[in-house]
């Protein structure tokens, strides 16, 4: 999958529906063939045995490989592609365009983007689906033995500004930092992953206090967004009514 041509590798099984996301640095075999290992790692730790594979023709070049692994390739034909993924991430890609509208960043630097899906997935996993092979367990509870605490994991809304704790030390170092909320991490304490607006990258905190969300911290994800070189990330079209002074966003994946 790719949102303004930042790749993912994307799976989902197709009786227990538990999807993965993950994004990589490029399309090589070697990279592609890593996150499949890493999806083949978590089905065995719970008892799953991979055997078959559904996929597209840029698959072709990994028979091989997975041959290897005890995994029979099927690939669909030219111009043809696997149902279940592909309306998977069709699924994946609205939820991603929801997000992106009631934001009120005019761009998105690439980490943000990523989380966006990441979190899209995470939600996905942890409902039952109507035709999994469970009526009351979660995808996600079926593979990795974790379970949702509405109290621990379902504290913060996407995109919420937070000042995290920090560790405290005997230095005159500010005792908090500016971040945003991004989803639960799904551990047991109930953390969060937040995006740090000094860094621009991931953190994963236990403490924090949600307060506004000042123009400055939006002005500051646009500027991470012009430290990103290699994507433009999601651009937003703002229109503006003169009657209500009101503004509408359409976001481009």
């Known amino acids: 999958m790719a ?6 590798v994307i799976t989902v099984s197709r009786h227990i529906h538990f999807g993965t996301a993950e994004l990589i640095r490029n399309k090589s075999k070697t990279t592609i063939m890593t996150s499949i290992r890493q999806v083949v ?15 597209d023709g840029r698959f072709e070049c990994f028979r091989n490989a997975l041959a290897d692994m005890g995994i029979t390739l099927n690939v669909a034909s030219r111009n043809k592609h696997v149902p279940e993924v592909e309306r998977y991430i069709r699924t994946i890609k609205e ?6 509208s009631v934001l009120p960043f005019r761009q998105y630097p690439l ?40 109290n621990k994991h379902c504290k913060l809304p996407f995109s919420t500004y937070v000042q995290v704790h920090e560790e405290g030390d005997s ?27 000094h860094s621009g990258k991931r953190l994963n905190r236990y403490a924090w206090t949600e307060m506004p969300m000042p123009n400055e911290v939006i002005a500051q994800i646009h500027r991470l967004v012009i430290a990103a ?3 433009d990330g999601i651009v ?8 209500k002074w009101t503004r509408m966003k359409t976001a481009t994946i």
């Open 3 to 8: 949102i303004n041509k930042i790749p993912f």
């Open 41 to 55: 790692r978590a089905y065995d730790a719970r008892g799953f045995k991979v055997r078959n594979i559904l996929g």
């Open 95 to 100: 939820r991603v365009r929801a997000i992106a």
């Open 111 to 150: 980490r943000l983007i990523a989380e966006m899906v990441y979190n899209a997935v995470f939600w996905l996993n942890t409902f039952p689906h109507k035709d999994g092979v469970h009526a009351t367990i979660s995808p996600r509870t079926l593979i990795t033995g974790l379970g949702i605490d509405i």
């Open 171 to 197: 230095l005159l170092r500010p005792r908090t930092s500016g971040a945003i909320a991004l989803r639960p991490t799904g551990n047991e304490q109930g953390g969060h992953y937040f995006l740090s607006l």
């Open 229 to 231: 070189e290699k994507y």
């Open 236 to 243: 937003c079209k703002e229109m503006y009514c003169p009657s």
